[in-house]
């Protein structure tokens, strides 16, 4: 437990007392800092001590969050939609082998690759085209290719 005082300057402007300056670590601190604020009217100043005492109440430990397998196939699905690369990251190096796989197949179910730019995405965002899986883009380009083969 430790106690500390420390002492606080207010001025009184008619309409009741404002506190000016900083916390000082003495009553005369704070008289003197008053003093250099000598205006040509006079003023009216308060020093007030505030006590402060601190009590440690309770000492715990917050354990860190682990992930799910479910958690760490999203965070992968997230980064990898849209990306060249399978965003694997830091999380699945940790996990046992079986884990691992079981973390990939979540992903595999949700994550494919389209067959034209080679480029990963989220299922929802690739379509079947001619027995091929397109991304939208590949896909727009393929059908935009075949309008103007028949112009």
């Known amino acids: ?12 402007s008619g309409l009741g007392a404002y506190k000016i300056g900083q916390d000082f670590d003495s009553e005369m601190s704070a008289k003197l800092y008053a003093k250099q604020q000598q205006s040509t009217v006079e003023e009216y100043y308060e020093i007030r001590s505030q006590i402060i005492t601190t009590t440690t109440l309770d000492s715990f430990t917050v354990p ?3 992930p799910t397998l479910e958690e760490i196939a999203q965070d992968i699905i997230a980064a990898s939609d849209g990306s060249f690369y399978v965003e694997w990251g830091d999380a699945i190096e ?3 082998d079986a884990d ?15 067959d034209c730019c080679g480029w990963h995405w989220h299922i929802d965002h690739l379509e079947q085209v001619h027995g091929e899986l397109l991304c939208w883009k590949c896909a727009d380009d ?4 075949g309008d103007e083969d028949e112009d």
């Open 142 to 145: 393929l059908e935009n290719e």
């Open 100 to 114: 691992r796989s079981k973390v990939e197949d979540a992903v595999w179910k949700e994550i494919a690759t389209c």
């Open 64 to 66: 860190a969050h682990v």
């Open 1 to 12: 437990m430790s106690t500390t005082i420390t002492y606080q300057l207010y001025r009184d």
């Open 94 to 96: 940790q996990l046992s």
